[in-house]
């Protein structure tokens, strides 16, 4: 049985994953990498991971590496993404892809170029949500999909760096990965209004001025369209990633308060027995035993240790240890991973080019051709 040697980068939501990867059949926890050297070595110290970088140029030449995860900030993923695949690495990377659609196009070119494979890590997509409509869609329960819809709203006043008032559709794929994931289409074009504004002194770092951005992506082969929204800024809201799906036989709505239960929704009952209140499964019997409760805690035994957008996430459903386990298999069976590169650019794209339709008025912005997987 191959293991693959990972290497972490980045260690802060990042650490979620080590002792997942220690305990897959297929992974080696081999490296991370860290540029403070403090923080390196807590991290290392308390996982039992020996070989560590302060430095991702010196870790790209490591010969044992298999594959990077990237779990740096946004502004960096392309960059890094690019220059591990250039070094003979496999990446996985935390979302978004890229901010940009030539960066998107870059990977997916290196992909292509260098036969490295390419994971964006979309945590809803794994979530036990999304893992439940998927079942009951392939049960034919949900009958013909009508339509999508997904929310990702958040309050991230306080957070550092980069995020003070980052255009809310620069960080979509929350949204836009499962409405086109469901049904298994790439987005053909989106159009996308703001609406209301943010205060002056964040709207005026990225000239992005609105509270939130509603889109609507038409899907490419499908009469399907689907409406996402985002925000993050001065907007009343307890944190939300959702997706509501309705199909002409059932339809499923997320819970509007985090720890509700999610409302399925049956067609040609009397009024009053339509909706039903249901408890969505956990679905860790479909990984390997030593990585199964991961999909119901974190990594750290005290809450105060978890990383932020994963208890403001709820646990990002629990979808954790899926996203590993779908990225080694496919290694491990030499097939792409679910999203791939190009399917990752498309959801990406639809992001990047609905900001860009919020600030011209709506207008229709197609995406490249070359994000469509088939």
């Known amino acids: ?47 039992g991971v020996q070989k ?44 978004p892809m890229a901010t940009s659609v030539e960066d998107c196009r870059r990977i997916v070119e290196a992909t292509e170029r260098t036969g490295r494979k390419y994971m964006m890590m979309e945590t809803v997509v794994y979530s036990r949500e999304f893992l439940f409509l998927r079942e009951l869609l392939q049960k034919g329960e949900l009958g013909k ?9 958040q309050d991230m006043d306080g957070w550092p760096g980069y995020w003070p008032g980052l255009p809310p559709m620069y960080y979509a794929t929350h949204c836009t990965g499962p409405v086109l994931g ?58 939300r990633e959702s997706i509501d799906v309705y199909g002409d036989k059932k339809a499923f709505e997320w819970p509007l308060v985090e720890g509700e239960k999610a409302v399925l929704h049956t067609a040609k009952r009397p009024e009053h027995q339509i909706p039903q209140l249901v408890d969505v499964p956990d679905f860790a019997h479909l990984l390997p035993d030593g990585i199964r409760k991961f999909t119901t805690k974190g990594v750290y035994d005290l809450a ?25 298999m496919a290694l491990a069976e030499e097939r792409d991973p679910w999203p791939n590169a190009r399917q990752s650019a498309n959801w990406t794209c639809v992001g990047i080019l609905a900001h860009e339709s919020a600030m011209q008025g709506g207008v229709r912005k197609d995406l490249p051709t070359w994000s469509f997987s088939g």
Not at 11 to 37: K, S, T, V
Not at 71 to 92: C, F, S, W, Y
Not at 211 to 234: C, G, M, N, P, Q
């Open 1 to 47: 049985m191959k293991k693959f040697r990972a290497a972490i980068v980045g260690l802060g939501f990042g650490a979620e994953f080590i002792p997942i990867y220690q305990n897959h059949p297929y992974a080696e926890m081999y490296a991370i990498c860290q540029r403070d050297q403090k923080r390196l070595d807590a991290v290392g110290k308390a996982f």
């Open 52 to 95: 560590r970088y302060t430095n991702y140029a010196d870790l790209l030449r490591d010969q044992d590496v298999d594959f990077v995860h990237i779990n740096t900030p946004i502004p960096d993923h392309a960059r890094m993404t690019l220059q591990a695949l250039e070094a003979g690495k496999h990446v996985a990377c935390t979302v």
């Open 145 to 153: 999909l009508q339509f999508l819809q997904a929310s990702h709203q």
């Open 182 to 239: 469901l049904p298994r289409k790439d987005a053909e074009y989106v159009s996308c209004f703001g609406s209301g504004t943010i205060r002056n002194e964040m709207a005026g770092i990225y000239g992005s001025p609105f509270a939130v951005e509603t889109a609507h992506v038409k899907l490419r082969h499908s009469d399907l369209s689907a409406r996402i929204i985002r925000s993050l800024f001065d907007v009343a809201r307890q944190y």
């Open 304 to 328: 105060s240790n978890e990383h932020l957008s994963f208890t403001q996430g709820g646990g990002h459903g629990g979808s954790h240890p899926h996203l590993a386990h779908e990225w080694l």
